[in-house]
C-alpha cells in the first residue's frame, strides 16, 4: 500500500552533517505520520523524530534534540532528517516509517524502508 525507499546515507566524522531522504509512494493520504528511526547492532530499534504530511505535529528523541531536524515536501512525497553536530552515538541504521498516527512506538508504523547506513567516526 506505501512503499518507502531511504538514501543520504554515509561516513562522517563527528561534527559533521548529513541529510537523509525517504521517498514514499502508493497510498500515502492514509498514513499522516512519518517516522525515523534507527538501529545499531545489538540493540533495539529506537525512535528519532516524527512529523505529519499535514505539519500539525513534530517531535523528536531527547538524545537528537537540538540536532536534527525532520521536515517534508508535500509535492515530492518526501521527508527529510537534517543530522548536525553528529556522534558517534549516533552510529546506525536509519529507518524511515509511515503510520496512522504520530508515535514513538515502532510496532505503531504499518509501512518500512529498506534502511540506509549512516557511521560517525571519533
Not at 31 to 44: H, I, L, N, T
Not at 60 to 81: C, E, P, Q, W
Amino acid at each position: 500500500q506505501v512503499q518507502l525507499v531511504e538514501s543520504g546515507g554515509g561516513l562522517v566524522q563527528a561534527g559533521g552533517s548529513l541529510r537523509l531522504s525517504c521517498a514514499a509512494s502508493g497510498r500515502t493520504f492514509s498514513s499522516r505520520a512519518m517516522g525515523w528511526f534507527r538501529q545499531a547492532p545489538g540493540k533495539e530499534r529506537e525512535f528519532v523524530a516524527v512529523n505529519t504530511w499535514s505539519g500539525s505535529t513534530t517531535y523528536y528523541a531527547d538524545s537528537v534534540k537540538g540536532r536534527f531536524t525532520i521536515s517534508r515536501d508535500n509535492a515530492k512525497n518526501t521527508v527529510y532528517l537534517q543530522m548536525n553536530s553528529l556522534k558517534p552515538e549516533d552510529t546506525a541504521v536509519y529507518y524511515c516509517a509511515a503510520g496512522f498516527s504520530a508515535t514513538v512506538d515502532p510496532n505503531a508504523y504499518s509501512y518500512w524502508g529498506q534502511g540506509t547506513q549512516v557511521t560517525v567516526s571519533s
